[in-house]
């Protein structure tokens, strides 16, 4: 399994969004992305593709880290969506640290205890 899908599922396990279900004798977490809510799966197996794909709040580019309280779960929809609108801001600019600030708190009341 590679980095990426160890911190996906680290992610989704520490999201109380997130339950761990059996379909067809595969396991998943399977919960709400933490922009939109629409469903999101990450299946355990690593050889099935996931819906969910790994969010950085603070996104890497701008000095984010791969720590458990700097990740969550999106939708590959709205994580590419925050990429393109974001990624290119410089760190202070008002828009992102409104949306940083925004998933920081969210994360923080989906945090499992």
Not at 71 to 95: E, F, M, W, Y
Request: contains cysteine; positive net charge.
């Amino acid at each position: 399994m590679g980095r990426t899908r160890a911190l996906l599922l680290l992610a989704a396990e520490n999201d109380n969004t997130f339950a761990r279900v059996t379909v067809r004798g595969s396991e998943y977490w399977v919960g709400r992305c933490i922009h939109c809510q629409s469903k999101v799966s990450v299946p355990l197996a690593s050889d099935e593709p996931a819906s969910g794909t790994l969010e950085h709040i603070v996104p890497k580019h701008h000095g984010g880290t791969d720590a458990l309280d700097n990740l969550s779960v999106a939708c590959a929809r709205c994580n590419q969506g925050k990429g393109k609108r974001l990624d290119k801001r410089k760190r202070d600019d008002p828009t992102l640290t409104r949306v940083i600030a925004a998933l920081q708190a969210r994360r923080r009341e989906r945090q499992r205890p």
